[in-house]
């Protein structure tokens, strides 16, 4: 029988292409959107409601799935937002917005969906972080941070799931080219006369450029199906461009204060 997989997220960018990879494959797909209706018309694969920040709506759809399906196999926490702001200007709010969505979401729709799959004794649960997640990049520390507890709650995960045949990873992803420039929260203060607000504006600009230039998010479907075939997943994968995978294996190797030259520099920021 196929194998069952929920996307959050599947509604743009790196989601849609898991989506759309894995309906290719002859899964079972149901991505998600806090709008299906505006997509669906769009996507061949079911697109169901569901917001992170609402356990209201994870239950509904998690029994959409079981009803229909009678099973779910994988999970794939991918919805997410970017945020941009120096640390100075996060207000506390800005910051536990984007916490909620990419750290307290996984963990409400983890939540959900283990009951479930320890039940079966089988399972997979695959959380999407970034390679930004390893460094905590300027301008973009919040994001960076909201990452890193991605691979943390996912190590810890691992472990505690391995007694109940399910498995649990991460996949790190470079740079795609999605809609997450103009679905990034910026931290107000960055926007409204702050001192920062000459470097946020060349930062952003910068960043925005990398994204639009970047790799195609097909390449995300083809490696999360690879995992899905795994029989025995990894803690974490890293999928990108070779500049930017090779960054994770520098930053290990070399002594911190020259990664963070080569970051500053990267950025053409002060390197002293
Ligand atoms: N693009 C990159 O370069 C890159 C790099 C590293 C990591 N990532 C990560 O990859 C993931 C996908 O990002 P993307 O680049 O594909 O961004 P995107 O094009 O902006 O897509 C974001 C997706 O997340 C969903 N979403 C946002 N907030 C949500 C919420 N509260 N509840 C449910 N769904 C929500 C959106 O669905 P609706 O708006 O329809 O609800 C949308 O489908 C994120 O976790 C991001 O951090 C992206």
Redesign the pocket.
């Given at each position: 029988m196929n194998q069952v997989v929920l996307v959050?997220?599947?509604?743009?960018?790196?989601?849609?292409s898991i989506c759309l990879y894995l309906h290719e494959k002859g899964y079972i797909v149901y991505g998600?959107?806090?709008?299906p209706a505006?997509?669906a018309h769009e996507v061949p694969f079911k697109l169901i409601a569901?917001?992170?920040?609402d356990d209201t709506t994870i239950t509904p759809a998690l029994k959409t799935i079981i009803d229909a399906e009678g099973k779910l196999d994988v999970l794939v926490n991918?919805?997410?937002?970017?945020m941009l702001g120096s640390i100075e200007d996060s207000t506390a709010e800005e910051v536990k917005e984007v916490f909620e969505?990419?750290v307290y979401?996984i963990l409400r729709t983890c939540q959900a969906v283990l009951p479930h799959m320890r039940e079966r004794k089988m399972g997979l649960i695959i959380n999407?972080?970034?390679?930004?997640g390893y460094m905590g990049l300027p301008y973009r520390g919040i994001y960076s941070a909201t990452?890193a507890s991605v691979h943390m709650i996912t190590e810890a995960m691992r472990m505690e799931l391995k007694p109940y045949g399910v498995h649990a990873c991460v996949v790190?992803?470079?740079?795609?080219a999605?809609?997450?420039s103009?679905?990034r929260k910026v931290a107000h203060a960055g926007r409204s006369g702050s001192v920062y607000m000459e470097e946020i504006n060349r930062i952003e600009a910068m960043i925005n450029a990398e994204?639009a230039h970047?790799s195609d998010?097909l390449l995300m479907g083809k490696a999360i199906e690879k995992i899905i075939r795994s029989s025995n997943p990894d803690i974490n994968y890293l999928v990108g461009k070779p500049m930017q995978k090779l960054s994770i294996l520098v930053r290990r190797l070399v002594p911190k204060k020259w990664f963070e030259k080569i970051i500053a520099s990267h950025y053409n920021m002060p390197v002293k």
């Open positions: 959050t997220g599947g509604s743009s960018g790196i989601g849609k998600t959107s806090r709008n505006r997509y569901l917001d992170v920040l991918n919805a997410g937002i970017g969505t990419n979401g999407v972080s970034s390679i930004a990452k790190d992803p470079g740079d795609f999605t809609n997450i103009d679905n994204v970047s998010p």
